[in-house]
């Protein structure tokens, strides 16, 4: 089984005082609220990780934001340098004094509550797996793929569960094509982190006064002991130690290097059978809207060829887009505002031909072009993916 083989510092982000990570919805109105958004963009992460490398060196931050400091990692706000984040992800620091990585719900399995009927008060759950088939022959259907991703029914009628996350194990598990074992691999939002409402009031920007009547509410966000975020950055040295300002209100959370062993990618047995399922870990902004970068469309299929990794995209299960945005703090306006398919989307590719190094260099870029079709979202961590099993066992 191998590995992506990289140059990586692994980073711990553990917030020491709320965190408001607004979303991409507008508030501030009368009676407006804003929701939280847990996990952040990546986006975040990387703001924060490039603010504070600068911080650390001394660099006037000023003149940076002005373009007038190229720095050898960063670049200059128009043109980054190396820097780029390849992992964020929920983690958390285990009692071993390890850390281990914590996973958004993949778009091809679905958790049930079971109705407990034993009398334990613990919460059980049931995970089920969908499959790219065929559809019946005398079933129609306007999808433009060869397969279409199909759950078996329970005997009855089930409503998903929400607010669950993967643990590492978990998710080498999925990788493997194994499914998930729900009561050791889950773990509930409210072992994670907690929310409260915070009330906030209008002020005047001309006056820089408190306006009557204009009163909202905004989502707080507090992680429990131990929870934090887990980033991994290439081709810049981040601090061993240091404290960055995270999310809305720049609040304080302490980074350090960590040791982490990640998941392993079973390149060789995707190669050898030729096919795997390709599973977004970060937003993903394609210009194609759900489609990644790579794909072109020959009679009405889909094939990739990027990197050198050749492949046709059979199946597809892609939760609803979302919008990426964000604040530019070197114009001092909003980023552009993009359509993005959302992290756990899948995507299952039959005939795939490719190297274990190709499909490295795959994972090592991300599904961007060359030459790149976004240089800052990509060096800020969007268009990351891992691959699994086409097949489940």
């Given at each position: 089984m191998s590995t992506l083989v990289t140059s990586q510092t692994h980073i711990f982000i553990e917030p020491l005082d709320v965190l408001f990570m607004r979303g991409n919805k507008l508030f501030g109105d009368p009676g407006s609220h804003g929701e939280a958004l847990i996990p952040p963009w990546p986006s975040v992460a990387a703001g924060a990780?490039?603010?504070?490398?600068?911080?650390?060196?001394?660099?006037?931050?000023?003149?940076?934001?002005?373009?007038?400091?190229?720095?050898?990692?960063?670049?200059t706000p128009t043109k980054p340098g190396p820097f780029t984040l390849t992992q964020f992800t929920l983690g958390r620091k285990l009692s071993s004094g390890e850390?281990?990585?914590?996973?958004?719900?993949?778009?091809?399995?679905?958790?049930?509550?079971?109705?407990v009927t034993d009398g334990t008060p613990e919460t059980q759950y049931q995970i089920q797996k969908i499959q790219a088939q065929n559809l019946h022959t005398g079933m129609l259907s306007s999808g433009s793929l060869t397969y279409l991703p199909v759950m078996a029914e329970p005997d009855e009628r089930r409503k998903a569960a929400s607010g669950l996350w993967l643990t590492q194990q978990g998710w080498q598990r999925y990788l493997e094509g194994?499914?998930?074992?729900?009561?050791?691999?889950?773990?509930?939002?409210?072992?994670?982190?907690?929310?409260?409402?915070r009330i906030g009031i209008g002020l005047s920007a001309q006056q820089r006064a408190v306006e009557e009547g204009k009163l909202f509410t905004t989502q707080a966000v507090s992680m429990?002991?131990?929870?934090?975020?887990?980033?991994?950055?290439?081709?810049?040295?981040?601090?061993?130690?240091?404290?960055?300002r995270l999310g809305g209100d720049g609040r304080a959370a302490a980074m350090q290097n960590m040791a982490l062993k990640p998941a392993a990618i079973p390149f060789e047995t995707l190669i050898a059978q030729r096919r795997c399922r390709l599973v977004l870990t970060t937003p993903g902004i394609f210009s194609r809207g759900w489609l990644p970068n790579g794909f072109t469309e020959q009679n009405g299929e889909y094939f990739l060829d990027l990197h050198g990794v050749k492949a046709k995209l059979v199946c597809a299960s892609v939760p609803r887009s979302e919008v990426i945005s964000g604040w530019?703090?070197?114009?001092?306006?909003?980023?552009?505002?993009?359509?993005?398919?959302?992290?756990?989307?899948?995507?299952?590719?039959?005939?795939?031909?490719?190297?274990?190094?190709?499909?490295?260099?795959?994972?090592?870029?991300?599904?961007?072009?060359?030459?790149?079709?976004?240089?800052?979202?990509?060096?800020e961590g969007f268009n990351r993916f891992a691959l699994a099993v086409f097949d489940w066992q």
């Open positions: 990780l490039r603010s504070g490398i600068l911080a650390a060196e001394g660099v006037d931050l000023a003149r940076f934001a002005k373009g007038e400091i190229n720095h050898p990692s960063l670049g850390y281990e990585t914590l996973h958004a719900l993949p778009a091809d399995l679905v958790v049930h509550e079971l109705e194994q499914l998930p074992t729900a009561k050791t691999d889950l773990v509930r939002v409210g072992d994670l982190w907690k929310t409260e409402n429990l002991p131990g929870v934090g975020f887990v980033a991994s950055v290439v081709g810049a040295d981040v601090p061993a130690h240091s404290t960055l530019d703090l070197a114009k001092w306006q909003p980023k552009p505002a993009l359509r993005a398919a959302p992290a756990g989307s899948v995507y299952w590719l039959e005939d795939l031909q490719a190297t274990p190094e190709q499909l490295g260099k795959l994972a090592e870029c991300g599904l961007w072009s060359e030459p790149c079709e976004d240089n800052t979202r990509r060096a």
